[in-house]
């Protein structure tokens, strides 16, 4: 998309008040027993014994071209919900965790077209035991007619129901009608189930997630939301050095989606 030189200045008090999610993966091995997570783990965020599922698919190429450029096309049905969720992702990564790199980061977004708040985008920081992204989110909700299950869906059928409501964002990025072409030589990955705990610590509410990424393999995350990261971060270094005390936090980041593309195509 063709930069925009006339964009506002992102003040460090506007990049101070993003909301944000931090996300600690965690050592499967020993939060896990069997495909659920342990008592003793549920027992220090007072997790409850029943989890929901998610199921999830993934519109994306052979080539990861739609990753290659900060997007992700989803599907996202939850147990007990009558309609689904079609999510159109953009993230960019901030170089740094102060507010000069979140400003850096919106400053770069709203170059390209994505103002904060308007066109129906949700913005949010993605914080995680070392990286920070900038996510901005455009959702909506649909049904669909004659399916019981994301595992009756075909490629053909996602992509149908992607252009009806794909934003121009994505649908003109770079080029005129970039996307259009681009979902065309797309592959439909999942669905991928999800479990997801809700529990508490610290006066936060809480959830931990169990995603399969194949062969046998499960991403474990515990992440809780706020709506201020500055505020956010006192609670994120004690909920950090907890996980860390007792030996299940994983020193690293990894995007739960990009987890399961790279797993789905190398099988």
């Known amino acids: 998309m063709d930069e925009n030189t006339n964009v506002p200045v992102v003040s460090a008090a506007e990049a101070e008040k993003l909301a944000c999610e931090v996300k600690f993966l ?4 020993r939060v896990m027993e069997g495909e659920r997570l342990t008592e003793e783990f549920r027992a220090l965020f007072g997790l409850g014994e029943e989890a929901q599922a998610i199921d999830v698919v993934y519109l994306e190429t052979a080539d990861k071209a739609f990753i290659a450029e900060g997007w992700v096309n989803r ?11 079609r999510t159109y992702k953009k993230r960019y990564i901030v170089d740094g965790g102060d507010e000069a790199a979140v ?3 919106l400053r770069q977004a709203e ?5 904060p708040g308007a066109g129906g985008y949700e913005a949010e920081l993605d914080w995680g035991y070392a990286k920070m992204t900038l996510s901005l989110t455009h959702g909506s909700a ?5 399916y019981q299950s994301l595992g009756q869906f075909s490629a053909e059928d996602a992509v149908a129901f992607f252009e009806k409501t794909m934003p121009g964002e994505e649908r003109d990025w770079g080029e005129e009608n970039w996307a259009a072409s681009t ?13 997801r705990y809700r529990g508490h610590w610290d006066g936060v509410g809480v959830t931990a997630e169990l995603c399969p990424v194949g062969d046998g393999q499960t991403v474990a995350e515990l992440s809780f939301k706020a709506d201020d990261w500055k505020a956010a971060a006192g609670t994120r270094e004690r ?22 593309l790279s797993a789905c195509l190398l099988a």
């Open 26 to 29: 965690l050592d499967a091995g």
């Open 75 to 85: 599907i996202r049905w939850k147990e007990g919900k009558k309609k689904a969720e």
């Open 103 to 105: 400003a850096a980061a």
């Open 111 to 115: 170059a390209e077209g994505f103002v």
């Open 142 to 146: 649909g049904a669909f007619k004659g």
């Open 183 to 195: 979902l065309g030589r797309a592959q439909l990955f999942g669905p991928i189930r999800i479990l």
């Open 239 to 260: 909920l950090l050095a907890f996980l860390d005390g007792r030996g299940i936090l994983i020193h690293g980041d990894s995007l739960k989606t990009q987890a399961v």
